[in-house]
């Protein structure tokens, strides 16, 4: 089992980290969203991971640890809106500037 | 009593009443956002008069004993940020009122929920709830930014928000890592832990320790993750960016409760991160200030200056002994006001010039060029360090308080360096708003007196600091003893049956 999350997670943050290099607000966003699921999937797994163990202490000879699952709850719910607010700030701004680069020289952007 | 959770709990309802209470008129929503602000003024001094004994006070949420529930905690440095929050919201909300937060919705609520995640930030002792105030305010600002709207608004707002997206995955792999060693969020109950860690358990906490090196570097700035603020500050609405020019400063404020309680222990960990972070910190003085030379607006030229006080104060937190790190906390609360002038000021000479409007080029006469011009010259005098207002005062103790070889060899020269550099830059600005004047017609444009006369406070309070510089030095360096010696915290905290 640890084997395969570690494999899962290794992937997800490649995934993530090419993606969110990309020049193009799609690729970026999907890249963060990529990014939140494996930075989830970690904290989970920082309770050590078990199968069928209560979150009791010393109902069984293991126990799962309930705090990281809790963290993961509000990680979980921060990154979902920001993946949605990303989304409509992206639209409003490839709306805005008629294109949808993340970076680069632009000719039109103002000197400051 | 319950006088530490006030500084949460009031902005947290104001911005829930004024985002409810959506059929306010202007005139009401200001009233509340200025009484809720009013109201975290005087807490943040009754707290600050509870700090001034020099103990530790912990305010535990639901009565749940730490490290098992979250923990608030007030000490001098914590007072000193909330004070500043407070007085800096003050100002920027006043200005606001002058007309800009009329530019968008929701601006004041949005102001409510920000210093509800800063004043949040620096109060709590848990890192995990550090993560959630952290990302409060940044969403608060994510929304402030694009205020008013534009197309530079929202080409800067995307860069930021993306940059700080990244920045709090970051953010929540080191707490993971840290988690997953120690198996606590608690900071005290974190750093007691760290010291008994087994050695095969030391290059996690010190990855765990570089990564949050990385999060505080996004938010304060540090030289290779600073590319997106010159741009988003120079784009936001005067009163955001004024509020903004805080921002960074609560990543230096996160450097130094975290890396100086969690990893200050004798084993050295935060030695090798002030290793990094040293050389990165001169780094970023020397861009900011080749940024500062090569701005064509005193919007842009403000935000490079943000960048060079940032360089300044993290190079001295790195140096860890007590006087560098009290001149620093004075440095940080009088390069914030400063860079927060300047934006007030860059404002008002855009509503002076509408033509060339803070870009540095020749125009017409403006309408009260003595004024303006002494403004400008007060505050360039203050923020370059030149005597006798506080940037001179803040400056000269940062320089004596570096002791070491490398200090002298390199510090030194790249401090007085970028200052001069700061000089030229700000004559060459000053010289193109106010000195050189084309032989057109006079402008007849001007900004409400209401405007004028709330920069002329805050250049007052810079001022105010070099009068009363002796008892501000006299708090810095008992607060910056406090901070070193962590024991004391580590004592102070009721640690329950968890350890």
């Known amino acids: 089992m640890e084997v395969l999350v570690a494999l899962m997670l290794g992937v997800l943050t490649t995934c993530g980290v090419y993606l969110v290099l990309r020049p193009r607000t799609f690729s970026v966003v999907l890249g963060l969203t990529m990014l939140s699921h494996a930075v989830n999937l970690f904290l989970f797994s920082m309770g050590r991971l078990h199968s069928n163990a209560p979150a009791v202490i010393g109902a069984a000879q293991q126990h799962a640890d309930p705090l990281p699952q809790a963290l993961v709850l509000t990680a979980i719910v921060i990154s979902f809106a920001m993946t949605a607010f990303v989304v409509v700030l992206a639209l409003r701004s490839a709306l805005e500037l008629r294109n949808d680069h993340v970076d680069g020289v632009d000719k039109e952007e103002e000197p400051i | 009593m319950h006088l530490m959770i006030l500084p949460v709990l009031i902005p947290l309802f104001a911005g829930a009443l004024l985002t409810l209470l959506y059929g306010l008129s202007m005139r009401q929503q200001r009233a509340l956002s200025l009484l809720s602000i009013l109201g975290q003024l005087l807490v943040a001094l009754l707290l600050m008069q509870q700090a001034l004994s020099g103990d530790y006070f912990f305010y535990q949420l639901g009565n749940w004993q730490p490290p098992f529930g979250i923990v608030l905690v007030l000490d001098q440095l914590s007072a ?13 909300t006043l200005y606001a009122c002058v007309g800009d937060d009329r530019k968008g919705a929701h601006f004041h609520a949005l102001i409510q929920f920000q210093l509800l995640g800063l004043n949040g930030a620096v109060l709590t002792g848990d890192l995990f709830n550090l993560f959630v105030f952290f990302e409060i305010l940044l969403i608060a600002s994510y929304a402030l930014l694009l205020h008013g709207g534009g197309r530079e608004r929202s080409r800067a707002g995307l860069r ?41 358990d030391r290059p996690l906490i010190h990855a765990a320790a570089a990564l949050l090196l990385v999060v505080f570097g996004i938010k304060g700035a540090l030289l290779p993750l600073l590319f997106w603020l010159p ?4 784009a936001a609405a005067a009163p955001v960016a004024a509020l903004f020019a805080v921002m960074t400063k609560i990543g230096i404020y996160a450097m130094i409760r975290v890396f100086y309680l969690v990893f200050g222990g004798e084993d050295g960990i935060h030695l090798s991160l002030w290793q990094w972070l040293w050389p990165l910190a001169l780094a970023t003085m020397v861009i900011g200030a080749i940024g500062a030379l090569g ?13 060079v006080s940032v360089g300044t104060l993290m190079a001295a937190i790195a140096e860890a002994s007590i006087p560098a790190l009290a001149s620093a906390l004075l440095y940080l609360c009088h390069s914030t006001l400063l860079t927060a002038t300047f934006f007030l000021l860059a404002d008002l000479v855009q509503r002076y010039r509408p033509g060339p409007r803070d870009y540095f080029v020749t125009g017409a006469r403006v309408r009260h060029p003595v004024l303006l011009g002494a403004l400008f010259f007060t505050a360039a005098v203050a923020f370059a360090g030149l005597p006798p207002l506080s940037g001179f005062i803040s400056k000269v103790w940062l320089l004596s308080s570096v002791t070491s070889f490398w200090g002298y060899a390199v510090f030194w020269p790249l401090l007085l360096a970028s200052s001069l550099v700061i000089i030229v830059a700000l004559s060459r600005a000053g010289s193109a708003l106010l000195w050189r004047q084309s032989k057109q017609e006079p402008l007849q444009a001007k900004a409400p007196a209401s405007a004028t006369s709330l920069v002329v406070c805050l250049l007052t309070l810079s001022v105010l600091f070099s009068v009363l510089a002796q008892p501000l030095m006299t708090f810095a360096t008992s607060t910056a003893t406090q901070i070193l010696t962590t024991e004391r915290y580590l004592h102070a905290i009721p640690l329950g049956g968890g350890l």
């Open chain 2, 80 to 92: 000193m940020m909330l004070l500043l929050l407070a007085g800096l919201a003050l100002f920027s």
């Open chain 2, 295 to 307: 701005a064509r607006s005193l919007r842009g030229l403000t935000a490079w200056m943000v960048i």
């Open chain 2, 160 to 200: 930021y928000v993306i940059m700080n997206l990244v920045g709090s995955a970051f953010f929540l792999i080191a707490l993971g890592v840290l988690y997953g060693i120690t198996g606590t969020l608690n900071m005290a109950d974190m750093a007691v832990k760290v010291q008994q860690l087994p050695a095969a």
């Open chain 2, 231 to 234: 741009r988003a500050y120079a």
